[in-house]
């Protein structure tokens, strides 16, 4: 069997949780690969929304196998408060999620660290969720980091002891005031363990091996955005992952030859949340029209998401460094009332055109837009393409001449029946 990838082609929050728990029913593992509790991940269905940030999407499908895989950097707080919501709703999240032994765990320093870090920035703010990502990374790169299986090691609470005096060690550096916060985050802490011991610890890339040799199939989930990627994002300004398809296969220890459809998620306009580049940003009432009306505020942190046109050419950037085989195109719901739609082509860098991504995040982009016609429809009752407004058909034609790749699934409203297929 084959491994498919799921991942977000922008900057986040494409509708990434929405399509994976529909697709999930196609599967009988679903694999979260990296990030952690920075991601929100919103599905709905009979009428309940739920906002997932460290479990795989697929967790309200209890016949199917849900792993958090060693990409991703755990912290046991978070951790427990999604299983006590799991929980309320019915559902018995202790049958089917297991977790990586070797995924790393976010102490309480970790996010004071995040906060520290930030706030020495100023103007140069990553504008990041303070949920201690960075720094967890950090020390997992450094070789310092503790992870899942040193819970079961006679020696964690050394290790932790040694890890969080580095830390506050480091924090006096930065003069950063946290004062009697941290007792009360440790007791915390250590209190959520016990939710996180009732799961089974495994061998991840052991069970992804044997479910596969089995003649399952898995669906690896990514979390953030391409654009977020630490390597191909605007860095500095990204998250501290390889959320593109590369990072599936060190996420979870995969057998490259195994990769089979990369399916990227991508909404019919631009949002970032955070700092950095956006070259189609739209400051003015257009964009405040896309935020009220695809209510772009974060799942996690309750932001404002900035908002624009979508940017075919960090798209088509996206679509290459992803090998991406299929588009899932979401909230083109939202601009149902818009006479016309601008999509970016092209870049003016210096006064030349080009249709590459800048490297340099200082380096001023101008975008070039193509102005199409809006589809001026109500279109989040439909059920097949075939109902879709021709006008609606063009602008995905268009996407698909663009990318060169097919749109083959198209969302047009949140909840899980809101979701057409094209064969
Ligand atoms: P993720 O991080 O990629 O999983 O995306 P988020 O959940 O952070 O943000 C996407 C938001 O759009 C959520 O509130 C979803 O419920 C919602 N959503 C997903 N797909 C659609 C769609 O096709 N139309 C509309 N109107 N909303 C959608
Ligand atoms: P999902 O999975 C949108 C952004 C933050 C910040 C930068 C670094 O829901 O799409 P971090 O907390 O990682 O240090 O923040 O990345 N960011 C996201 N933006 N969606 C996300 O996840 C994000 N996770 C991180 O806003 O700009
Ligand atoms: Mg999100």
């Known amino acids: 069997m084959k491994i498919d990838i799921l991942l977000g082609l922008q900057w986040g929050d494409e509708g990434k949780g929405k399509v994976v728990d529909v697709l999930t029913s196609r599967y009988d593992v679903i694999a979260r690969f990296q990030g952690g509790p920075n991601a929100g991940h919103s599905l709905e269905f009979n009428g309940i929304r739920h906002v997932l940030h460290i479990i795989p999407s697929g967790i309200f499908h209890k016949e199917k196998m849900n792993i958090i895989g060693n990409g991703v950097v755990i912290d046991p707080v978070i951790f427990e408060e999604e299983i006590l919501a799991l929980e309320k709703m019915g559902c018995t999240p202790t049958e089917n999620l297991r977790i990586s032994k070797r995924a790393h765990l976010i102490l309480p320093t970790h996010r004071l660290l995040d906060a520290a870090y930030e706030s020495k920035k100023g103007d140069r703010k990553i504008g990041s969720t303070l949920k201690g990502i960075g720094p967890t990374y950090t020390d997992k790169t450094a070789r310092t980091g503790l992870r899942i299986c040193d819970l079961q090691s006679p020696n964690?609470?050394?290790?932790?002891?040694?890890?969080?005096?580095?830390?506050?060690?480091?924090?006096?550096?930065?003069?950063?005031?946290?004062?009697?916060?941290?007792?009360?985050m440790d007791r915390q802490w250590h209190a959520s363990l016990a939710k996180l011991r009732q799961f089974p610890f495994i061998d991840g890339e052991y069970d992804i091996h044997d479910a596969l040799q089995q003649g399952h199939s898995v669906l690896a989930e990514g979390a953030q955005g391409t654009m977020l990627d630490l390597e191909f994002g605007s860095y500095p300004f990204v998250t501290s992952s390889n959320t593109i398809a590369a990072g599936a296969f060190t996420g979870l220890g995969l057998d490259p030859h195994l990769a089979g459809r990369v399916y990227g998620i991508v909404k019919a306009y631009c949002t970032r949340v955070g700092s950095g580049p956006f070259p189609t940003e739209l400051f003015d009432e257009t964009g405040q029209r896309l935020r009220e009306q695809g209510n772009e505020y974060g799942a996690t942190t309750g932001r404002p998401r900035r908002c624009g046109?979508?940017?075919?050419?960090?798209?088509?950037?996206?679509?290459?460094?992803?090998?991406?085989?299929?588009?899932?195109?979401?909230?083109a719901d939202v601009m149902s009332d818009f006479d016309t739609i601008n999509v970016c082509t092209a870049y003016r860098v210096n006064g030349q055109i080009t249709d590459h991504v800048p490297t340099d995040p200082d380096v001023a982009v101008e975008p070039v837009?193509?102005?199409?016609?809006?589809?001026?429809?109500d279109i989040s009752q439909c059920k097949s393409y075939?109902?879709?407004?021709?006008?609606?058909?063009?602008?995905?034609?268009?996407?698909?001449?663009?990318?060169?790749?097919?749109?083959?699934?198209?969302?047009?409203?949140?909840?899980?029946n809101a979701t057409i297929f094209r064969n």
């Open 156 to 184: 964690f609470e050394s290790k932790y002891k040694q890890l969080i005096e580095a830390h506050k060690e480091i924090l006096d550096q930065y003069h950063f005031e946290y004062g009697d916060k941290l007792p009360e």
């Open 309 to 331: 046109w979508l940017d075919l050419v960090a798209l088509k950037y996206a679509v290459m460094v992803n090998g991406v085989t299929d588009i899932a195109l979401t909230k």
């Open 369 to 377: 837009y193509t102005t199409l016609p809006g589809w001026k429809a």
């Open 386 to 416: 075939e109902e879709l407004p021709e006008t609606f058909k063009a602008y995905i034609r268009y996407i698909e001449e663009q990318t060169n790749t097919t749109v083959s699934i198209i969302s047009v409203g949140p909840d899980r």
